[in-house]
């Protein structure tokens, strides 16, 4: 192994506060290093692929927490839909009613976060804050028996200004406050932040983060 993920896990994990939860990103790395930070006591694995990952659940100890973290096409869903721990990129009202249908197929509740798009940079995934607070607003969502949404996750953009990182985090957890406090203020498992990666996840910690997806620091780049 090129990589001391045992000792990478460490440092990582004596750099987060109590209340601050490690989702390890294992995606495109192998089951040896995976193993290694599940020795070292990890449960929680994100993964954005769904073959991928099914390879990997099927190999791999079966006490494992999976969290999807990519962009999921609404006919994916039935694959993960038996096992999958949390759906963390849930960007359209669509995609979170097919991952209720499925859940229900599978006589399960399923947990999600909805995903923000915060970042100046361009990309297709991600609700804007308006279309977050509309598709709340829409209240649809509520008739979703299956589903439980737990609370935000976003990116920042990707780039070394500090500042413009920490400017978008604080608009993230202003919207979770404003939406916590108008659809969720009696439901205490809305309460999921998951911001920070491998090149911002102290800054993440910093501005109220309550679960980091890191990979890099932990594994190594990655191969594609
Ligand atoms: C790959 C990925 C990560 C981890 O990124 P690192 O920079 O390797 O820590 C976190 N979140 C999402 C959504 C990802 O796709």
Redesign the pocket.
Same mark, same amino acid.
């Given at each position: 192994m090129d990589y001391d993920v045992k000792g990478n896990l460490r440092q990582v994990l004596a750099d987060l506060p109590q209340g601050v939860r490690l989702?390890a $990103?294992s995606?495109y790395h192998p089951n040896e290093y995976i193993e290694a930070a599940y020795q070292e006591g990890q449960r929680v694995f /994100?993964e954005?692929h769904e073959q991928e990952l099914r390879q990997k659940v099927e190999t791999l100890p079966q006490d494992i927490h999976w969290h999807f $973290? /990519?962009h999921l096409q609404t006919n994916k869903v039935k694959y993960i839909a038996p096992y999958i721990t949390m759906i =963390?990129?849930v960007d359209s009202f669509k995609l979170l009613k097919e991952i209720d249908k499925q859940a229900a197929k599978n006589e399960r509740v399923i947990d999600v976060l909805l =995903?923000l798009h915060i970042a100046a940079e361009e990309t297709k995934y991600g609700l804007t804050p308006d279309a977050c607070r509309q598709l709340l607003a829409d209240g649809a969502w509520k008739e979703l028996k299956h589903v439980r949404i737990c609370g935000l #996750?976003m #990116?920042a953009s990707n780039v070394d200004d500090e500042a413009q990182i920490r400017s978008e985090f604080r608009m993230a957890r202003a919207l979770f406050d404003e939406v916590k406090s108008q659809y969720f203020a009696d439901e205490p498992s809305f309460c999921e932040r998951?911001w920070g #990666?491998?090149?911002d996840?102290k800054i993440a910690v910093d501005e109220g983060s309550t679960m980091v *997806? $890191? /990979?890099?620091? $932990?594994?190594g780049? *990655?191969v594609y």
């Open positions: 989702v $990103i995606k /994100g954005s $973290i /990519g =963390e990129a =995903e #996750m #990116m998951s #990666m491998s090149h996840y *997806r $890191i /990979g890099t620091t $932990i594994f780049p *990655r």
